[in-house]
C-alpha cells in the first residue's frame, strides 16, 4: 500500500465513470477482483426487494431509455420500500442486495447511470460499501494519516482518528443503512467526506494517483447528489 509492510495493490482504484459499466478494466468495476465471491455468477436473479414485474425484463434486453427507466423505478421502489418498513429483514437484505443477488444484476441496473440522479448514487453507495469491507485493514491505516488534517470531514464521516479494520466495515454498514432508514443526505454527505480523507491522505502519501483522482471525483458526487435530494431534484 503505502509503507513498507502495507500492499498498496490490493486497494482497487475508484472510478465512476458509469459510461464504463461494470465490466470496466479499472474504477467500480475493477473492484469485482478485490475479493472472493464478489462477482456472482448468478445474472438477472430477481431479488425480492425489487418489482419482479420490471425484473422479468432484464434477460430479454432492454433499449436505453427502457434501462434508464427501470434504474429510475427500480432505485425509487427500493428506496421507498424500505424507508416505510419496519422489518429488520428487509433492511437485511436491502444492504446485502450485492453480496446476495451479485454485482452483476445491480451494475445492470444501475452503473449506467449519472451521479447526479437516484440510481446512480446509489450504485455508487453499494460500491463504497463493498471496497470498504474488502479494504479495511489498508483503509484504517490510511484514515490514521489522513485524519489529523482532516478537519470537519472525519466528524462528518463519524470515524474515530485510529480506527480498525472492523471500525471501517461498521461505518460501511452504517453509512448504507441511514441512506434507506436514517437521512439519505446525511449518509450521502457521511460517504462524500470518508473518500475526501481518504483521497487527501492518498496525496500526502504520493501514492495511488489514480485512487486519490477517482476518490475526489466520487467525494463531489455524494456532496452535489446530497444537495440535490436536499432539493427535491434527486430522481
Not at 482518528?161 to 443526505?185: C, K, M, R, V
Request: charged content about 20%; hydrophobic content about 40%; proline content about 4%.
Amino acid at each position: 500500500m503505502a509503507r513498507a509492510s502495507w500492499t498498496f495493490r490490493k486497494l482497487a482504484p475508484l472510478s465512476t465513470d458509469s459510461s464504463r459499466g461494470a465490466s470496466s478494466a479499472s474504477g467500480y468495476g475493477s473492484m469485482r477482483a478485490t475479493g472472493a465471491g464478489f462477482a456472482s455468477g448468478q445474472r438477472f436473479a430477481r431479488p425480492a426487494q425489487l418489482d419482479p414485474a420490471l425484473m422479468d425484463h432484464m434477460s430479454g434486453g432492454l433499449d436505453p431509455q427502457q434501462l434508464s427507466d427501470m434504474s429510475h423505478a427500480t432505485a425509487a421502489s427500493l428506496l421507498d420500500r424500505v424507508h416505510h418498513t419496519a422489518d429488520p429483514e428487509v433492511v437485511r437484505r436491502t444492504l446485502n442486495l450485492v453480496e446476495t443477488e451479485g454485482v452483476d444484476l445491480v451494475a445492470e441496473l444501475w452503473s449506467h447511470s449519472d451521479s447526479d440522479t437516484l440510481p446512480g448514487i446509489l450504485w455508487r453507495l453499494y460500491m463504497l460499501r463493498t471496497w470498504m469491507q474488502r479494504n479495511g485493514d489498508a483503509l484504517s491505516r490510511i484514515w490514521r494519516v489522513g485524519e489529523p488534517a482532516a478537519g470537519p470531514a472525519s466528524v462528518v464521516a463519524g470515524i474515530d482518528e485510529a480506527p480498525t479494520a472492523q471500525d471501517i466495515a461498521n461505518t460501511a454498514d452504517s453509512i448504507l443503512s441511514g441512506a434507506f432508514t436514517g437521512d439519505f443526505a446525511m449518509a450521502l454527505e457521511r460517504a462524500g467526506a470518508f473518500c475526501d480523507v481518504i483521497s487527501r491522505a492518498l496525496i500526502s502519501m504520493k501514492h495511488g494517483e489514480s485512487t486519490a483522482q477517482s476518490l475526489h471525483r466520487t467525494a463531489k458526487d455524494f456532496t452535489v447528489a446530497a444537495k440535490l435530494w436536499r432539493e427535491g431534484r434527486l430522481d
